[in-house]
Nanobody
Framework: QVQPVESGGGLVQAGGSLNLSCAVSRRIFSLYAGSWFRQAPGKQRELVAQISPSGGTAYVDAVKGRFTISRDDAKNTMYLQMNSLKPEDTAVYYC?????WGQGTQVTVSS
């Protein structure tokens, strides 16, 4: 089972945008819902957004209206478009499909 591979993190000023990507095997991508989690220093890991194989989405209240989760079936890739970023969005972001987790990508938002 191949581990999902994330990319797209980085350092951005408050109000800026980043787009995270998560590539995974076709089998896993087609069978399972995809999720983005984040973990800030000293805090528990939290679910940020989720997308079903049919495209249904759900978000934690803190990111509604700012983040958009999507998936590209042709590329077996899931995305998290993050706009209007705030310092409190600073965290390591992980993608997950069932029990397959990526290695995490750091997102840092400066004030």
């Amino acid at each position: 089972q191949v581990q999902p591979v994330e990319s797209g993190g980085g350092l951005v000023q408050a109000g800026g945008s980043l787009n995270l990507s998560c590539a995974v095997s076709r089998r896993i991508f087609s069978l399972y819902a995809g999720s983005w989690f984040r973990q800030a220093p000293g805090k528990q890991r939290e679910l940020v957004a989720q997308i079903s194989p049919s495209g249904g989405t759900a978000y934690v209240d803190a990111v509604k209206g700012r983040f958009t989760i999507s998936r590209d079936d042709a590329k077996n890739t899931m995305y998290l478009q993050m706009n209007s970023l705030k310092p409190e969005d600073t965290a390591v972001y992980y993608c997950a499909f069932r029990d397959s987790w990526g290695q995490g990508t750091q997102v840092t938002v400066s004030s």
